[in-house]
């Protein structure tokens, strides 16, 4: 894990080391074991170097390989590197480093641009073709890791953050489009744009290239999230069988590292599942406990720290518990800003923080976390709106009715009024809209209905392409932008397993049946782990999310909150002043965060109104 910078000047002028430097320079936290600069001309690259595989100096970047002319400058892991440098050697490639840096060099003068498609990880590249007079930029399947670019009259330049970027522009403006959207449907990374003006993310699942020759750049999608009929067919017992297969491989993968590795444990279904398998792998590999870190609430009502002993005590792990109060959350939330970049939607990015920074104060380089684990197995309550859906479609009201009713009975949140909210605000895009308008009524003005509600909407009647949504546009990518952030913050390197995208195809390809069962959501995995785990956390029925003691903070906040939001010139420019004063009093506590949320990242990058 690494920053990557670098920038083309578009009028065929020297670069400029002391540029590429600046943006490497504002990045030394993604890789405090080096730095490296490469200049050709009107091309700049950089890197800054957290030492995961091959710590020796032979795997400094910017990397070249042999007489190709190709140079890289990378950011993430390529988790079969092994496999595929072996491929390359039967092909006459000869191998210098102990890296998968120089595989990707390999691999892209073996296979072209075509290369990515065989890699099984998560990344964000630009190789440097001299022979070819271009740019080749890539990011992973579903952007784990960021890519950020800004073109220009004067030149083409993209980073691993957005604060390498803000010196190639005049001044620092927010997109007011995505600022509104943010505001009310409290959505964002839905595209390409960010919170700043003229700042874009190339998407996950694309590759882009940069033509020397005439100063154009080009991005297509190399990777698409396809529905596999064979998995759709499998039987309940070859399925659990292929699923428990394919998640305990996809773990044992990224255990791979000559650093310490651990592991984020909250005590719900997916960090638990991680912590039990990595645990399992680990002493069979290295012996002794494998580390695990948990946040715990001070808010009895979201603490998970009870189920999180339960699976420390069943796996023997060697347990990082880490508890912030208020002051911790006053004290660290500029930092969190910082951190961030942008808004963002809720103070449990505090608690993963927190996370972060034990793991750091602890040796551990390496973190696997579960996320993802909601979005491939319908994991999420406003999921169940496709389920009973689906139920509809296949069998009829009767079993609709029992699917309601088992729903009820299996998560303690899926009451009949948390259902009809659901089916209701999930599949009728115009009325969830509206309630969004109502609630915000102290904005002077609203914009056209968003495309995600609508397309959110039409996608619940089937689960394939919900899922599909949510992971290409309106779930994921923002909980992404959060740990990778955050990880990088402390120089941890965040691994995914349930993002692995052999497991990720065969979760959205299986039978709705497997991952809503009888009321149980992700029932595929909870029968996968139910011999290894505490019946405990796998059959609990009080879902939490990755949350912060939010009452107790926001409510001793208030008063901050209240005056940072009335100071704010971008909330004045999008409210009326005494209409949101009103509301500030009746608003549901996550609105008011976004507005506080706003108004501090406002005030740490000098937006202009």
Not at 504 to 523: A, H, N, P, V
Not at 576 to 584: E, F, G, W
Request: proline share 3%.
């Amino acid at each position: 894990m690494c920053g990557i910078a670098g920038f083309i000047r578009t009028d065929g002028g020297p670069a400029e080391l002391a540029v590429v430097q600046r943006m490497t320079d504002a990045v030394r936290h993604r890789g405090p074991n080096g730095a490296g600069h490469f200049i050709d001309g009107p091309v700049a690259l950089g890197h800054r170097r957290l030492s995961v595989l091959d710590l020796s100096d032979d795997g400094a970047q910017p990397m070249q390989y042999a007489d190709s002319g190709l140079v890289l400058t990378f950011n993430g892991e390529i988790y079969n590197y092994i496999e595929i440098r072996e491929e390359l050697r039967a092909h006459g490639y000869a191998f210098h480093t102990q890296t998968d840096s120089e595989v990707i060099l390999a691999a892209y003068s073996c296979w072209g641009e075509d290369c990515v498609t065989r890699f099984n990880g998560m990344w964000s590249f630009a190789i440097l073709d001299r022979r070819k007079k271009k740019l080749f930029c890539s990011r992973d399947r579903f952007g784990v890791k960021p890519f950020y670019y800004r073109v220009d009259g004067k030149a083409f330049a993209f980073s691993s953050e957005i604060r390498q970027l803000l010196p190639f522009g005049e001044s620092t403006a927010a997109d007011m489009d995505v600022v509104r959207t943010y505001l009310v449907t409290d959505a964002s990374e839905l595209d390409d744009a960010t919170f700043f003006k003229g700042i874009r993310r190339m998407p996950g699942g694309h590759s882009g290239v940069y033509d020397l020759a005439t100063n154009k750049f080009s991005i297509r999608r190399y990777y698409e999230i396809k529905r596999r009929e064979e998995i759709s067919a499998l039987g309940i017992d070859a399925a659990i069988k292929r699923f428990g297969a394919l998640l305990e491989d996809a773990v044992r993968l990224r255990m791979r590292s000559d650093v310490k590795v651990g592991t984020c444990l909250s005590g719900g279904m997916d960090s638990s599942t991680v912590a039990t398998l990595a645990s399992r792998l680990y002493r069979q590999s290295a012996g002794g406990a494998f580390a695990a870190i948990t946040a715990v609430s001070e808010q009895e009502s979201n603490n998970e720290a009870r189920y999180a002993e339960m699976v420390v005590k069943a796996s023997d792990l060697d347990w990082h518990p880490v508890k912030p109060g208020y002051r911790d959350f006053a004290d660290t939330l500029d930092a969190v800003v910082r951190a961030q970049e942008e808004p963002f939607g809720s103070p449990s990015l505090t608690m993963q923080y927190f996370v972060m920074k034990t793991a750091r104060d602890n040796g551990i380089t390496v973190l696997l976390d579960g996320q993802g684990g909601d979005e491939t197995l319908l994991g999420y309550e406003k999921y169940y709106a496709a389920y009973i859906a689906s139920s509809f479609r296949r069998e009829g009201i009767g079993a609709t009715l029992a699917a309601i009713r088992a729903s009820a009975r299996n998560n303690s949140k899926m009451g009949s009024v948390n259902m009809a909210k659901y089916l209701v605000g999930g599949m009728v895009a115009p009325a969830r809209y509206a309630f969004y308008k109502r609630r915000h009524r102290h904005f002077t003005r609203h914009a056209a209905r968003p495309p995600h509600l609508s397309a959110f909407a039409r996608n619940c009647f089937d689960s394939f392409e919900l899922q599909k949504l949510e992971i290409e546009s309106t779930n994921l990518p923002i909980l992404l932008r959060y740990e990778d952030k955050n990880s990088m913050a402390h120089s941890i390197e965040a691994r995914l397993p349930f993002l692995d995208y052999r497991l990720l195809e065969m979760s959205l390809s299986l039978s709705d049946t497997y991952k809503i069962r009888d009321g149980w959501s992700k029932w595929i995995l909870r029968k996968t782990m139910e011999t290894r785990m505490p019946a405990e956390i796998v059959w609990r029925k009080n879902k939490f999310g990755f949350e912060a003691p939010e009452d107790i903070w926001l409510r001793t906040h208030a008063a901050e909150i209240e005056k940072v939001v009335a100071a704010s010139p971008l909330v004045r420019e999008l409210t009326n002043a005494s209409a949101l004063s009103s509301a500030m009093k009746r608003l549901d506590k996550r609105s008011r965060w976004r507005l506080y949320s706003l108004a501090l990242w406002e005030k740490e990058f000098k937006i202009a109104a």
